[in-house]
């Protein structure tokens, strides 16, 4: 009996059996059928692009079409690919924050801005409603960078809270008249967009019917003659705005509620008004009077911004509605709508192939010098100098008692303009760096500035140590001088620059006009910070060990031969600077329109690859060249090795003209001067960058090559 108890409990507590793993034709079955299932959802995607259905609401299926279209920007790693969301990629680290019902969520105004022009205003400067004094405000940390940029994000007057849905609520009337009135009609015409930032999410116009988004709303309309029956075209203004918030809410999973879409719909309407004032609590008919009627964009009700014949001011009475809906698109979405239409990544990718099919051509070309031409020629010069008939000798070698001849054109200037090139060139790198492991955002306003402001303060001892090393080279000896000219040359004629700008920007109160304050911190971070560490990098150069080459130069310079019109300057320097600006200019165009057309370019990994192919090809393109200069027995490849990078800096301000003409539609002589002032000083640091690499890399081939030469 205890045996039978005993086997029945060892039965009772058997391990229970193993689960049978699936064989290689259930898995290659459960992949096929998988892959079935992924080739239906694309199918079935591409077939609703093809129909136009809808891509920008808050629906379930427009948030996967979404997903479905921004796929490749989800997809981050080289060899092996994770999904990301949106909103990891343009602000990693950024944790949802939740709102409780009922409770008062800041909304922040920002610029009103227009792409026709590039002179951005303060919205309390235009004849608005200013905030209560109770309002919510979120607590922001202004940068340099936003500084400089204009960018202070204030109070708004409109009241939002979490869940509760507002009709049409009047905020307060303002007289609009004379002056005031022909500005807000200047700006109207200019179509100038207020921007307004909720939980972080810049407001969208959405358009269901034409399927489209677009950031901030605009001041007012221009209505034609044949639209409104009038004999001429006329302004009016929007003075009402719809708000919908779109959230989500999940008890399972957080407590409140997360925002996941702030759009408005502005409306323009002339409400009838009987009192002087108006406040949220005034009855008005055309408003929240009982009996009133919803507000929306009729022409006969149509607010214009018409002077009166009587000269009396325009009397504008502002209003606002608030609407809550709930939303299925969850927190890490929210950001898919505003790269709907941005372009793809398999751009930069073809931009990358295409520069680097230009930099394996031109690193052939150095090849074939290096291993084929330079080893045959040095062999038989070295053969002819063991047997004595160096008399015949031809070609680069000739030049090696003057090759390192220091230039006779302002030794000072070259070293100033490389140095300054190097720093400017250790900044970029810096700033990108930063990108990559996180410490930057682009995203943020005003950061990428601040970084690139004091990385190029910070640099300073690059540029003072390069500098000084050359012009030490050179035979040099005023280094006070030379030090100075470093600290103060491209610093100061940025700052000039900026200031006679700024000067102008000032009289017409554009947002971007810094003040005296700012302009004194930066005199006061250039003079304190940046020179000192440009002279400590001076005296490292200078007390260093004038740099060792492997020939002596002849105390008569040797006669050049007259060489052919296109290996002279400025021909050779035009030539030279096309392969440069060629490598870089596809994804420049993605970085101006983020300058100017206010888009979104947050690829630091696409933009250091660019960097990289820049340095490839100004290095490869200059010692390509120089070694046809030194074959024609031209010795002075100082300043052209310079040149023949540095143009890169003209084809890119004709490249800015280009785009000036073609994508920008700027009205007004000032917005014209603000685009070119900033492309100036974009083209003068690009330039300097491309020629410090392309100097750098002759000294370097100049120095290996003669040094590989049996030289009496």
Known sequence: VVLILLGLCSVSHAAPAAKKRPTRAEKKAARKEQLQRAKAQVAKFEQMKKEGADMISNTKEAAALRSYELRKKKTH???????????????????????????????????????????????????????????????????????????KPQASPYEIRVGQDKSCTPICMV????????????????????????????????????????????????????????????????????????YHEDPSQFDGVRITGFDVHPVSIEHKVETDTVASATKISTCNADGALEV????????????????????????????????????????????????????HYFAIVNSLMIVLFLFGA?????????????????????????????????????????????PMTLSVAVGTGIQIGVCFFAVLLCALLKLVNPMKKGQALSSIVFLYVLSGTVSGYCSARLFKFCDGTAWKRNTIATAVSFPGLVVVMFTVLNIFLSFV????????????????????????????GSYLGFRAEKTDVPTKTNQIARFIPEQPFYADVPFSCLFGGILPFGSVCIELFFIMSALWLHQ?????????????????????????????????????????????????????????????????????????????????????????????IGFYSCFWFTRKVYGAVKVD
């Open 296 to 347: 929306v964009n009729d022409p006969a009700t149509y607010l214009s911004l018409r002077s009166s014949t009587s000269g009396e001011p325009h009397k504008v009475v502002y209003s606002y509605e608030v609407q809550w809906e709930k939303s299925d698109v969850e927190w890490t979405d929210r950001w898919d709508v505003y790269l709907v239409g941005s372009p793809d990544d398999d751009i």
């Open 175 to 246: 007289s609009i008249g004379g002056r005031k009135l022909r500005w807000l009609r200047k700006l109207v015409e200019r179509q100038y967009r207020v921007h307004i930032n909720l939980d972080q999410l810049p407001v969208l116009m959405r358009s269901r019917e034409l399927n489209y988004a677009v950031r901030g709303y605009p001041l007012g309309f221009k209505a034609p003659a044949s639209y409104t029956g009038l004999k001429d075209d006329e302004l009016y203004l929007f003075n009402h705005l719809k708000f919908t918030i779109s």
């Open 366 to 410: 150095v090849a074939t010098i290096m291993i084929r031409t330079l080893r045959k020629d040095i062999a038989g010069y070295n053969e002819m100098q063991a047997i004595e008939d160096a008399q015949e000798e031809t070609g680069w070698k000739l030049v090696h008692g003057d090759v390192f001849r220091p230039p006779t054109f302002s």
């Open 600 to 692: 979104y370019f947050y690829m630091m990994g696409f933009l250091m690859a660019v960097l990289f192919i820049l340095v490839a090809t100004c290095s490869t393109v200059s010692i390509v060249m120089c070694y046809l200069q030194l074959c024609g027995e031209d010795h002075r490849w100082w300043w052209k090795s310079f040149w023949n990078c540095a143009t890169a800096g003209v084809y890119l301000f004709l490249y800015s003209l280009w785009f000036l003409s073609s994508k920008l539609d700027l009205v007004g002589a000032l917005p014209i001067m603000v685009y070119l002032t900033y492309m100036s000083m974009i083209s003068i640091a690009f330039g300097l960058l491309c020629g410090a």
């Open 509 to 536: 109160n554009a947002a971007t006009a810094v003040s005296f304050w700012l302009v004194f911190a930066m005199f006061l971070l250039w003079v304190c910070v940046s020179t000192p560490l440009v002279f400590a």
């Open 77 to 151: 790693g080289i060899i092996r690919k994770r999904e990301k969301s949106i909103s990891s990629i343009l602000f990693p680290g950024m944790a949802p924050e939740e709102y409780n019902k009922n409770e008062l969520i800041p909304i922040n105004v920002e610029l009103v801005e227009s792409r026709k022009t590039q002179v951005p205003y303060k919205f309390y400067d235009l004849p608005v409603c200013q905030p209560p004094k109770e309002a919510a405000v979120r607590k922001i940390r202004k940068n340099l960078g936003a500084r400089l940029q204009g960018y």
